[in-house]
């Protein structure tokens, strides 16, 4: 198995959830690029943190800060940034929300577009929690704080992964994980916007814990872009439209199952 490979390799590679096993999963994850740069940084943040350290109660303090804001950002991000129109009403922006979410919702089973780029995660990982350890306490409060948002992203990386995966958990908390995320995909997308926890959607009123509680959304896999919008913004369309043959002949095969 290589473990270094650059995104473009790794990316023309065939990974579909839906034709995968766990032991795949642990291979794909392991040498995915970002998975990868993620590691490094958590071991840099650490070590730097700990050369640096000046109260250990205050270190972990941070830390625990970083963790829990992942959650919160996540589900801030995915609800009002990622779900919204506007992004894809912009050219700007149009190729972003396409990569980041939209092949998501419409190729669930594609590990390539499952994980989060580092163009997106990167910056909301220093340039928050960087700040938010550096009040807690200074340099080494920073490095743990950064430490703890890259844990926590490497964390839920890994289950959303796995709750995409042809494969049915034995935990009861991976078993409940899952149904609530794949409901979101195929039965609402508005609500269960959490990946590994739900707090916050039960706190703003948007988990749903059976499909019945919620009405069948007739656009959970296109997140809005209709052919009516296509038409009227038209860069998300361009962009699919100009894709490999290849890689569409791929998708299809990981849809055909989905």
Known sequence: MRLFIGYKAWKEEEYLLNRMTFDDLV???I?????QIYALILLV?????????????LFVAAFAAGAILFPIAWYLVHRFILHGSWMYKTPLLAGLWKRVHYDHHRFPNDLSVLFGGLHTTLPTIIFVAGPLGWLINGLPGACAAIAGTVAMTCYTEFLHAGQHLAFEPKSTFWKTIKARHLAHHFHNENGNYGIAEFFWDKAFGTYYGETKNAP??????????TDEMALKFPW????????PETRQAMRARGAASS
């Not at 943040?45 to 109660?57: D, E, P, R």
């Not at 998300?236 to 894709?243: I, K, P, Q, S, Y």
């Open 216 to 225: 069948r959304s007739a656009t959970a896999r296109n997140l809005g872009y």
């Open 31 to 35: 040498t995915y690029p970002a998975i």
């Open 45 to 57: 943040a650490l070590t730097v943190g700990i050369a640096s350290i000046t109260s250990v109660t």
């Open 236 to 243: 998300v369309r361009d962009l699919t439209d100009a894709e």
């Open 27 to 29: 291979k794909a994850y």
